[in-house]
């Protein structure tokens, strides 16, 4: 079943700009170039993709947007095999509350999902939340002071340690990149902070 995402960006109006439909794009391209890598069912990664965050204001949204996804795709008539894959994908997608992902389809969902939070747009994303709930931009800490919320800590806490949590040999490479490339941009952001990016 294809699905238009015009007909989808409606359900995220109004979003933060973290998990807005900017947000839902990005991954679902992420997902679409790790289902042909990995060989994944391209329909169900991206109908999974569209819809992984459409109830994003629910305590667990995974398992939210997944029931918006089955009524969603039941009123589109799509066969209860697609539904249900769709569905089980985006239950298990959600990393503070891991759920085994049993299939392929949710395994690449789960890691271009988490792809988008790394890397130099994981950085803005974590600028971008901080700022919508009022924490502060940065504070430089050590990998051990995680209790506070700010972007920084925010990285300490979950951003830094994605890569090993990746379920695909794609995704797990890719973050591994993105995440060096974020290192070496707060490297140079906290050089700024403390005045020391110049010589002299």
Do not use: N
Not at 4 to 29: K, M, S, T
Not at 48 to 69: C, G, K, N
Not at 82 to 107: D, G, K, N, S, Y
């Amino acid at each position: 079943m294809e699905i238009d995402p015009e007909e989808v960006r409606p359900l995220y109006a109004d979003r933060d700009p973290a998990h807005d439909f900017e947000h839902i794009l990005r991954v679902v391209r992420l997902a679409e170039r790790i289902a042909r890598s990995e060989g994944a069912d391209p329909a169900v990664v991206r109908a999974a993709a569209l819809l992984h965050d459409v109830r994003r204001e629910e305590a667990d949204h995974a398992i939210a947007s997944a029931a918006f996804a089955r009524w969603w795709l039941t009123e589109r008539g799509a066969s209860t095999e697609f539904i249900e894959a769709v569905a089980h994908a985006i239950e298990a997608h959600r990393f503070r509350e891991p759920r085994v992902a049993c299939t392929l389809e949710a395994r690449v969902l789960f890691d271009a999902d988490k792809l988008d939070a790394l890397g130099i747009i994981g950085l803005a994303r974590l600028f971008a939340y901080s700022g919508a709930h009022c924490h502060p931009l940065w504070i430089a800490v050590g990998e051990e002071e995680t209790g506070m919320d700010s972007a920084a800590h925010e990285f300490f806490r979950k951003i830094r340690l994605l890569p090993e949590r990746m379920q695909t040999e794609t995704g797990r490479r890719w973050a591994e990149a993105r995440l060096d490339r974020m290192r070496r941009a707060i490297e140079w952001l906290e050089a700024e902070i403390r005045g020391e990016d110049f010589e002299g």
